[in-house]
Every structure is written in C-alpha cells, then in structure tokens.
C-alpha cells in the first residue's frame, strides 16, 4: 500500500509544483494513482512472478506505464492544427513539429511514470520486500515490517491530505457561484459586445469602474500568453448578483472568436432567481452603449441573436 500511493504521489506532486498551483494535486493525484493501480500492480505483479526485482527493469516498465495511455490518446491523427502558428497536423497527416511535439510529451508522461516508478521499488526495497523476493521462503526483518508500517501510516495520511484540498482551497466568495453547493447557474441576460481585443483594456477598466460604483467585489484574472489571449473578468455581491466577461482567443486560429462573428460574451446572473438583475443589468447597458454604441447585442438561452425588448422588457419592473 506505502509503495503504491507514494509511487502516485512522487509524481503528482511534481506536476504540481511545475504548475505552481496546489489545486493541481488532486485531479494529478487522482490520474497517477489510476496508472499505479490499473496498469502499474497487474505489471509488478508480473514482475514479481518473473523475479524481476532490479531497478533498471522497473524504470523501464515505470515509464511505458506513463507514456503508452497518453501516446494513443493524443495520436496525431486527423483534421488540421497548429501550435504558436507552426502547422502539427495538415489534412490528418503529422509534420515534423507534429511528430516531435508527440515525442516530447510521451518523453514528459514517461518521465513522471519513471519517477512513479523508481518511489515505488524505493519504498519496497525500504520495508524489505525486494530482499525478501530475491530468497525464497524468506521473510523481511521485523524491524523492515515497521519501516512498511510506517510508510503505509504516512502514505495514508498523505493521501487523505491531498483529498481534502479541494475543501480547503476552494473559493468561498461571490466570485464562485458554486460556493453554496449548486450544479449550474443559467445567466439572466446574456450581451455579446461586438468589440475587439484591442479594446479588452477599456472593458476591463469599465467593469471594475462599474462594480467598485455599484458595491461589488471586481476580480481580474486573465492573461496574456504567446498560445492564447484571456480575458477573464467578474464583479459580484454576496447577495448573489454576478457580472462575468470571459473570452479566449488563440493564437493557432489568429485570435479569431471561438465562435464565428461574436464578440466578447458577458453574462449576468442573479442566483437567487429573482428579477434584482434587471436594475444593473440596465445600467450596464447603458454604459456599455454610451462606450461602444451600436456594439451591443444580446444572445438568447438557445445561443441565437434576441432583440433588446425580449433581452430587457421594457415594462419589466
């Protein structure tokens, strides 16, 4: 049990800290462990029938394990695509940066599998099993069973840890919609701001502006990167009104919208189901009318073009 789980974890965790984001480790966690128990315990089991017990053999078995699950996932087979502007796949045929990107990332998935591979014959080599593999009819001495005691006792409570970071890192303000335990929230009103990504600057600015004079908690987390622009923008009160502008634009489709001839989506909420939306949805309008005249449209729930009198009735209260 210790070398399993420390097997999973060893490499969990440096996905993690390459990520430099804890909240990795659970979803990681949960991936490795899959690998070590799915794959990894039928092939140590065979391993141990063929009394295979050095580390070069389960290096080598450790990073097939990691690499061949992601190597027929991720074939680079069918339609077109590019990375940063480079062509990978042209007519569902591989390039070369096509072939040495999939290397590269079956070299990635084996690495961790490896080092997955070499804590978990670490581990068995600590408690005294590979010794006791190597003679037959022998056993491991007492005190190795306590050092296998004690890993297992520290894997388990490790692994209840990393269990329970979803709980205790998880977003308890506004900005979480879902704090209260809820599935989904359908926006109220949905506007597509026909602008363009040079004026993601200027939204940004009258979002916040427009929150901090209404009383809202304003967060700001998008991001600027070679592979893909983000604009990720929410004001909210904890009374449960949410204004959220999020858009991605990558670099592999020329920064054109995702979905053709729209622009920037913002949505409102209201999740207590009333109607407190429609006093700050109309004055949001408005402003975005007063800065981009004639750039405002409104989407309905079956994602078609609505006009603004079915968007905003005007006798709504």
Known sequence: MAAVLLGALAPA????????????????????????????????????ARRWTRLSATLVGAFLIGAIPLGVLTLPFGGSASVDGIPTIVNGVPTLAGWLGYLQSLA???????????????TLRSCGVLTASDHEGAAPMPGRWRVGAALAGAATVASVAVATIPSVTMDRSCHNMFRDGRRSASPSLHIDLDIAMDDWPALTTLVENFGVSHGMSFRNSSSSKPAVKVLGLSACTEQGLVIEANEQRWASRNYTPLIAERGVPISVFDLTDGNQWQPLARELVAVLDSRWPGKVRFIGGDGRSIPRSIALPPNSP
Do not use: C, N, Q, S
């Open 108 to 122: 990635m998935a084996g690495a961790f599998g490896a080092t997955g591979g070499f804590v978990f014959w670490l």
């Open 13 to 48: 965790l440096i996905e993690t800290g390459l990520v430099a984001d804890i909240r990795i480790l659970p979803p990681a966690f949960a991936v490795t462990l899959g690998h070590a128990v799915i794959l990894g315990l039928p092939i140590a089991l065979f391993y141990r």
